[in-house]
């Protein structure tokens, strides 16, 4: 089954057979939202299952442009997404190169400690930090989700850009040193600019994790006007009767950007996230 | 158009982009200035008064207990001391570097789960938690919400023992068809035949949507009523069905495929809740499985089409054990994840007309902490869950012999 076999054509139409099925099953649920959000009014409950309704309207998206804060969810979900990310990256990033390059006490049971932390399930952490954030008067504000964001990515950002930096020859750094540069100076001089990819990668993963989540977010932000959109979305999609057809538009309208940047950035995560499993 | 407000949050952001940098200064700095002085003979001594200053600083100005401040001025002597006799001026760069994020991750993680600890031993829910915040203090009480998190059954409770049953059959599940299906479209996808690339794009699909968006909107399909799950399977049904006299007759319906109330029928709601998760986990295992056959050499498969080897030859002999060093660490993360995920079976069940009949272990602990707000039970309850995935990780990990060097793999 390698791809040096001559494919004879009986392989090849039962390839494309099965392929076909399984794109079929992968666009299900898309092809659906994309019906439901072209609807008109209130013929949202309808058994139709045509793709393409006949009276195929715009309604819903001029709707939840207009008569909801979709705007507000999206400038929202952007800054804290953002702010997490930076941080995220600029701290991984640092203790990263440690890992990486040095060796010191700690530095096994410190990975090992990191690969630990992902074990740990997300709402175990959430109650201690919604509580001390409670205590601290921070509920309920973009700092205490940006705090309990980065608790949630950070270990695994470490862990994959010290992959990334295990595959930089030391080298170059070694090099940079004798020609008088400092540790710091080789590590913003020479490293980074050549791990540029790699922060990338972290820095989309970080903000898909963050743009993606529901769950912490709607345990701390409480306030509408501090909503998400997946709080958003959330809440249209629970007014099952009324509002099903402005959840599909705001899908679409958010899909459409994350789904491209995702499959443009794909190759680059896949062999980021094998090369930090295989190599740590 | 309803208006958009701007400033406050970006001005709340900066301030706490603010607060950060100076944090992580602030840090660098100290282990710096000892790093600069730990050899001074006045070291010592210096560090003593400043501890002590800071201590009662601590306890006189910003009206700290005496305990925590006499505590944390002591942090700062021990600091010292670390200092001067252990660390003797070794490994400065990379305890620079660490610093920041070593601090982080501990206040973050360790503190957490020390509090999660105390938590669990005493008593906090709704009634005890206006008194917590004003006095800082909870009462005691040992070992009950352990107890309590293992009794089996009550009434306000599914028994844990059918939960923790539950959990271990999502995640087997799951990770079955994750993998199975994983591999069996990367084996499709690593072949010369047109349409490669598309293909694989569409097939990315379900990990590139926003994970909320596809959940909610497999949940609409499986509406019994408007749902185009129920309305697919009556299709399928009337295909394979024929007539005996004036009855129709449908032999699917026999093996229980016909239509279900997929939100109220807690079987049916675990089911549906492990297609979607299936459907949402695929193409993660089949971009691992693809990377890993394609670095596969392709002499390999020459010598063994030479020597005659069948095609589920190679499959066995070449590829399994070649691809299995890239798989079995995904393998393990896939199991965590699956394990941990609380996002789709809560966004699954959680709504009106849910039924709770098909929790896992997770997302059960995370309605009681924030749904019944039983704080110290869920504290309790989240240990409890936490050995169980560290007692499996562990062993999976020792029987497939990664554990040499974590940093190595």
């Known amino acids: 089954m390698s791809s040096l076999e001559k494919v004879s054509r009986r392989q090849s139409l039962l390839s494309h057979v099965f392929l076909w099925a399984a794109c079929l099953v992968a666009l299900f649920p898309v092809s659906r939202i994309i019906t439901i959000s072209l609807r008109p009014g209130n013929r949202l409950l309808s058994s139709d299952m045509s793709l393409i309704p006949d009276d195929a309207s715009l309604e819903s998206y001029i709707k939840i442009l207009t008569e909801k804060p979709f705007l507000q969810w999206l400038y929202n979900s952007l800054l804290i997404t953002v702010t997490t990310s930076m941080i995220g990256v600029c701290l991984a990033a640092t203790a990263a190169y440690a890992f990486s390059r040095f060796k010191f006490p700690g530095r096994k049971s410190g990975l090992l400690f990191l690969m630990t932390t992902q074990m740990i399930p997300g709402a175990m952490l959430l109650l201690p930090i919604y509580l001390v954030l409670t205590k601290m008067g921070l509920n309920n504000t973009y700092t205490g989700l940006v705090v309990a964001y980065s608790v949630t990515t950070l270990p695994f950002s470490i862990w994959i850009l010290k992959g990334y930096f295990d595959t930089v020859p030391k080298s170059l750094e070694e090099a940079a040193r004798i020609d008088g540069c400092t540790e710091f100076g080789a590590f913003y001089r020479i490293l980074l600019p050549l791990s540029k990819p790699s922060l990338a990668i972290v820095f989309l993963f970080n903000f898909t994790q963050a743009w993606n989540e529901y769950l912490v977010a709607s345990t701390i932000l409480q306030d509408s006007r501090l909503r998400t959109w997946p709080l958003g979305l959330y809440e249209l999609q629970g007014n099952f009767n009324s509002e099903w057809g402005l959840f599909a538009a705001g899908s679409v309208l958010i899909s459409v950007p994350v789904i491209l940047l995702f499959l443009y950035s794909s190759k680059y995560m896949i062999s980021g996230l094998t090369l930090g499993g295989v190599k740590g | ?389 560290l007692v499996l990780t562990v062993v999976w990990m020792r029987s497939s012999r990664m554990t040499e060097d974590p940093g190595r793999g």
């Open chain 2, 1 to 389: 158009m309803t208006s958009l407000s701007l400033l406050p949050a970006v001005l709340e952001i900066l301030r706490l982009l603010l607060f950060v940098a100076i944090a992580v200064a602030g840090l660098v700095a100290f282990l710096w200035a000892n790093y600069k002085a730990w050899k001074s003979e006045y070291y010592l001594g210096g560090a003593f008064l400043l501890s002590a200053a800071l201590g009662a600083e601590l306890n006189l100005v910003f009206g700290f207990a005496l305990t925590p401040a006499v505590l944390l001025g002591s942090v700062l002597f021990i600091c010292a001391l670390v200092f001067r006799y252990m660390i003797r001026g070794r490994w400065m760069v990379p305890f620079l570097f660490a610093a920041p994020a070593t601090v982080g991750v501990a206040l973050l993680f360790l503190y957490p789960l020390v509090f999660e600890i105390y938590l669990s031993f005493h008593r906090l829910n709704l009634e005890t938690l206006g008194d917590w915040i004003r006095t800082g203090s909870i009462e005691f009480t040992g070992l009950e919400n352990f107890i309590q998190v293992l009794q089996v059954g009550s009434e306000t409770k599914e028994s844990f023992w059918l939960v923790t049953a539950r959990t271990f059959a999502w995640t087997g599940i799951n990770l079955v068809f994750h993998v199975f299906f994983g591999l069996v479209l990367a084996l499709f996808l690593n072949q010369k035949i047109r349409w490669v690339g598309a293909y694989r794009t569409i097939l990315m699909l379900p990990w590139a949507i926003p994970q909320l968006i596809a959940v909610l909107a497999w949940r609409g399909e499986f509406h019994s009523a408007y749902g185009y799950v129920n309305h697919l399977i009556q299709i399928v049904n009337e295909v394979f069905s024929f007539g005996v006299g004036d009855a129709r007759v449908a032999p699917l319906e026999w093996i229980g495929f016909k239509p279900q109330e997929w939100w109220t029928n807690p079987q049916a709601l675990f089911a549906s809740i492990c297609i979607v998760n299936i459907w949402l986990g695929i193409p993660f295992m089949m971009m691992v499985s693809l990377s890993g056959l394609q670095s596969i050499s392709k002499s390999y498969y020459e010598a063994a089409s030479l020597d005659g080897a069948t095609a589920w030859q190679r499959f066995r002999h070449i590829t399994v054990p070649l691809i299995k060093p890239v798989m079995v660490p995904s393998m393990i993360l896939g199991m965590i994840w699956t394990f941990n995920n609380v996002n789709v079976v809560y966004l699954m069940t959680a709504q009106r007309g849910g039924s709770e009949g098909a929790d896992i272990l997770v997302s059960d602990l995370y309605k009681q902490a924030f749904v019944y707000n039983r704080y110290s039970f869920s504290a309790a309850y989240a240990i409890v869950i936490f050995s169980i995935l």
